[in-house]
């Protein structure tokens, strides 16, 4: 992180493309392009770019006082899915003679070209400004270079026959600004390439692009489907009442479990106190769906086992494969979590089943506590994350 001494440096020098100072403290549409753009870091400096906050354009400071409600709204921007991939960033306040300072540090993104509300931000020293199309080719061309994630890496038997380009036209849409697309005359193995579909040097579909518009996701990654039982009572030695394999791209899959998890919502009749009832259901059904989309967000798609999602009398179990990931350790779980597949979880925010990052076993335990259900329990061990959720503990009236 930034010391005193390098900040005054950057305070004493000109504005350039690693430093932006600015004095609102609620531009968070500014915040937003400044930190994509140092994301993405055009000049290839491979170094931070920093958002100097309460600071003028001249470098003097602006009596600024940095409270911790605008360092948590500058912390929480890395998450609100705005900026896709998610940046790496952090968040800190130093008090000078002259005024406080909000210094946000952005670390160059290995997946560029990132975006911010579907458009690519860079810097062009001093400026900000809209990367045009040779911009976004080098851009996408470095990402082919730093790709360490299993989904942004090629699949070299998918190539572009194996893509169903109208399943890409309809993502893209969602991923992409109307106006970008407008304005976009490029080939189409381009336009895939930007999102991290394809790649352009090996000319073959990334992993990404055959499990999000791929035609046949299976027949390259044979563990891309969910299994689905529903069991009559508590054990999987019972016969099923129904069973599935889940299978297609990863929007079908998503849309399907949506479908299936839907017809298990039940309501009963139950007393919350001697005077009120209410319809409550066996589960809710926002936190199973969150706690899905954590399992298709999070698992290895390297492995050939499935996502299981079992419905017993009682519970539900889902099984994804892959333990924790990164940072995320059994100690530090949910509150701190690293992104296996960035790729999938931008193109899972951009279609509307993930609102935020970083907070769905969060919101699924307080969705749980709130309906009466049990919290979810969560097993792990170097193959696999296993959650159980159990049925809501009020009893029905009579």
Same mark, same amino acid.
Not at 261 to 282: D, W, Y
């Given at each position: 992180?930034?010391?005193q001494?390098? #900040?005054?440096?950057?305070?004493?020098?000109?504005?350039?493309d690693?430093?932006?100072?600015?004095?609102?403290?609620?531009?968070?549409?500014?915040?937003?392009q400044?930190?994509?753009?140092?994301?993405?870091? %055009?000049?290839? @400096?491979?170094?931070?770019?920093?958002?100097?906050?309460?600071?003028?354009?001249d470098?003097?400071?602006?009596?600024?006082?940095?409270?911790? !409600?605008?360092?948590?709204?500058?912390?929480?921007?890395?998450? !609100?899915?705005?900026?896709?991939?998610?940046?790496?960033?952090?968040?800190?306040?130093?008090? &000078?003679?002259?005024?406080?300072?909000?210094?946000?540090?952005?670390?160059?993104?290995? &997946?560029?070209?990132?975006?911010?509300?579907?458009?690519?931000?860079?810097r062009?020293?001093?400026?900000?400004?809209?990367?045009?199309?040779?911009?976004?080719?080098?851009?996408?061309?470095?990402?082919?270079?730093?790709a360490?994630?299993?989904?942004?890496?090629p699949?070299?038997?998918?190539? &572009?026959?194996?893509l169903?380009?109208?399943?890409?036209?309809?993502?893209?849409?969602?991923?992409? !600004?109307?106006?970008?697309?407008?304005?976009? @005359?490029?080939?189409?193995?381009?336009?895939?390439?930007?999102?991290?579909? +394809?790649?352009?040097?090996?000319?073959?579909?990334?992993?990404?692009g055959?499990?999000?518009? /791929?035609?046949?996701?299976?027949?390259?990654?044979?563990?891309? +489907?969910?299994?689905? &039982?529903? %069991?009559?009572?508590?054990?999987?030695?019972?016969?099923?009442?129904?069973?599935?394999?889940?299978?297609?791209?990863?929007?079908?899959?998503?849309?399907?479990?949506?479908?299936?998890?839907?017809?298990?919502?039940?309501?009963?009749?139950?007393?919350?106190?001697?005077?009120?009832?209410?319809?409550?259901?066996?589960?809710?059904?926002?936190?199973?769906?969150?706690?899905?989309?954590?399992?298709?967000?999070?698992?290895? +798609?390297?492995?050939?086992?499935?996502?299981?999602? +079992?419905?017993?009398?009682?519970?539900?179990?889902?099984?994804?494969? /892959?333990? #924790?990931?990164?940072?995320?350790?059994?100690?530090?779980?949910?509150?701190?979590?690293?992104?296996?597949?960035?790729?999938?979880?931008?193109?899972?925010?951009?279609?509307?089943?993930?609102?935020?990052?970083?907070? /769905?076993?969060?919101?699924?335990?307080?969705?749980?506590?709130?309906n009466?259900?049990?919290?979810?329990?969560?097993?792990?061990?170097?193959?696999?994350?296993l959650?159980?959720?159990?049925?809501?503990?009020?009893?029905?009236?009579?």
């Amino acid at each position: 992180m930034l010391n005193q001494n390098q #900040l005054t440096a950057l305070l004493a020098g000109p504005e350039s493309d690693i430093a932006e100072r600015t004095v609102s403290t609620h531009d968070t549409d500014k915040f937003g392009q400044a930190i994509c753009a140092f994301a993405n870091d %055009l000049p290839n @400096h491979r170094q931070p770019g920093y958002l100097l906050i309460g600071v003028k354009d001249d470098g003097s400071l602006a009596g600024l006082v940095v409270t911790d !409600d605008l360092l948590k709204n500058l912390a929480a921007i890395r998450s !609100d899915g705005n900026i896709l991939p998610q940046p790496m960033m952090s968040v800190t306040k130093f008090s &000078l003679a002259g005024g406080d300072v909000a210094v946000v540090e952005v670390h160059p993104s290995d &997946l560029p070209p990132v975006r911010f509300k579907g458009r690519i931000h860079i810097r062009v020293g001093p400026r900000k400004a809209i990367a045009n199309e040779q911009e976004e080719r080098a851009l996408t061309e470095r990402r082919v270079a730093l790709a360490r994630s299993f989904d942004a890496q090629p699949c070299l038997e998918a190539r &572009l026959a194996d893509l169903a380009l109208g399943q890409f036209d309809a993502y893209r849409r969602e991923a992409v !600004d109307a106006e970008t697309i407008a304005a976009n @005359h490029r080939p189409i193995e381009q336009q895939l390439a930007s999102l991290r579909l +394809y790649d352009p040097e090996r000319h073959c579909a990334t992993h990404a692009g055959v499990l999000l518009v /791929g035609k046949n996701p299976r027949f390259y990654l044979p563990g891309a +489907y969910v299994q689905y &039982l529903e %069991l009559p009572g508590t054990s999987l030695t019972e016969i099923p009442t129904d069973q599935a394999e889940v299978a297609g791209d990863l929007h079908t899959i998503v849309k399907e479990l949506q479908g299936r998890l839907r017809l298990l919502i039940k309501t009963a009749l139950v007393k919350l106190s001697a005077l009120q009832e209410k319809q409550v259901p066996n589960y809710p059904e926002a936190a199973i769906r969150e706690l899905l989309m954590n399992a298709v967000m999070h698992r290895n +798609y390297n492995s050939n086992a499935p996502i299981r999602f +079992y419905a017993f009398a009682d519970h539900i179990e889902i099984q994804s494969p /892959g333990g #924790l990931y990164g940072e995320a350790t059994q100690q530090n779980f949910p509150t701190r979590n690293s992104y296996r597949n960035p790729v999938i979880a931008e193109a899972l925010k951009s279609l509307g089943f993930v609102n935020r990052f970083g907070y /769905g076993v969060q919101r699924a335990q307080a969705l749980l506590a709130e309906n009466g259900n049990p919290a979810a329990v969560f097993e792990f061990d170097e193959q696999s994350v296993l959650v159980k959720i159990f049925k809501q503990t009020r009893k029905p009236v009579a």
